[in-house]
């Protein structure tokens, strides 16, 4: 028989039952509580509410445990590719060879766009935002495909969509750059990997053939593992309550990929190298940084630092730290605000304000690092960050969408006025 929970409330109690995830993870159903009583529960930025139960991503914020469907992070960023963590988030299981050949070469047969996109971008103006470009690139596939906004496709219509997006969003991505710098267009080249062919999109230019260094690409394929999912965060539960209208893929990435911007959260890789800029500049002093983001006078917070669900360690940081130090010695490049970064984290580290709060360093805190030595320019890290989050988008979408789940709409308590009669412009 399954555990129940006993909420006493104004004399009288309340029976919800008791869920246990296959990691032992234990939650009160509480759907039932209002009808019963009434009652409903109030949790401002869902800081202790599961909004859904999934099989994708596992996350021990206590433990700095992170796995993607029982995989841990850490084997998964030594010895998998993008690709293969792709698959393995949205279809569940490891590819095997057959599965992956036809994987990749799905993806590489569909990454070529209409030629009127080029019509779309040029409308965007130079200083446009890449994300604002990027999320509207991606809704703008429904135009072209209006098969996809159907949700009750066949499955294999869903797994055309999904191939689709994956395909072009590095086109977007490469594409969003190049029109922004008033540079020509690169087309996805077929017989290259994701990582390299979106490289080859970025930087090549006509008359110098561009070679894409392996260092490079295999820095920018494990910087992808590490964002290709979280969990329920900010972005994620985007997609899956605009999904839960039964909206489309294309719409629902495109929600996600604007939620992602804010600086809390994607936005922060951007803000991190701003912040660290500034500190340079500055003269480098760092206590007074650190004084800053502890006075609560001041809006100023240290960018790349705590998280809402770790709060011991953040894994995705502790890899990327290393690779940012190998990726910096094996390009021969040394940037001074790593340096900066690294004094910052141990001043923090050690201090009681960031240590009784339990703030770490973030995956965002040294990956504006590694992107700043693949050449790519700090506006562009958040489509970084997209790009690499986008199989997990897609995943739980195709969970949500596959689970059946009822169109997200959460409660809320009333703290505005009372009935009044209304006053007529004279009376006012
Ligand atoms: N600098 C200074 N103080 C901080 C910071 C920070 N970066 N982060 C949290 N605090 C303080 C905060 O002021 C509060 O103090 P008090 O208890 O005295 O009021 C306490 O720590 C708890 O903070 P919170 O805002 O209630 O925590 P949260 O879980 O709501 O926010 C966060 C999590 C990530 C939004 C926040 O830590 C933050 O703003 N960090 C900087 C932005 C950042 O790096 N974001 C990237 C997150 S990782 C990438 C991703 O997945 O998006």
Known sequence: MSEKAKISYGGKEYEV??????????????????????????????????????????????????????????QLAEKSSFI?????????????QLELQKFEGDIRNNGMVHEDYKRILSGFPSRSHPMGVLSSLVTSLTAFFPQSLDPNRSPEGVNLSIM???????????????????????YPSPHMDYCSNYLHMMFNQPGTEYEVDPVVSNALDKLLILHADHEQNCSTSTVRITGSSMGSLYTSVSAGINALWGPLHGGANMAVIEMLENIREDGGDTKKWMDKAKD???????????????????????????????VLIKLGVSDPILDIAKGL???????????????????????????????????????MFALGRLPGWIAQWKEMRENKE????????????????????NER
């Open 406 to 425: 009822p169109i997200g709409r959460p409660r809320q308590v009333y703290t505005g006025y009372n009935e009044r009669p209304y006053k007529p412009l």
């Open 296 to 326: 609560k006078d001041d809006p100023f917070r240290l960018m790349g630092f705590g998280h809402r669900v770790y709060k011991n360690f953040d894994p995705r940081a502790r890899i990327i730290k290393k690779a940012a130090d190998d």
């Open 345 to 383: 984290e141990e001043v923090a580290l050690n201090d009681e304000y960031f240590v009784e709060r339990k703030l770490y360093p973030n995956v965002d805190f040294y990956s504006g690092i590694i992107y700043r030595a693949l050449g790519i320019p700090v506006d562009m890290f958040t489509v």
């Open 84 to 96: 293969e963590v792709a698959y393995l988030l949205i279809y569940g299981e490891l590819p095997t």
């Open 17 to 74: 039952p008791v869920v246990v995830g296959t990691e032992n993870e234990h939650a009160l159903d509480i759907s039932s509580l209002r009808s019963q009583s009434g009652l409903i529960t109030l949790d401002y930025g869902y800081k202790n509410t599961g909004s859904t139960s999934s099989a994708i991503t596992y996350l021990d914020g206590e433990n700095g445990i992170l796995r993607y469907r029982g995989y841990p992070i850490e």
């Open 164 to 186: 689709r997006i994956l395909a072009k969003m590095p086109t977007f991505a490469a594409w969003t750059y190049k029109h922004k710098i008033g540079h020509p267009l690169n």
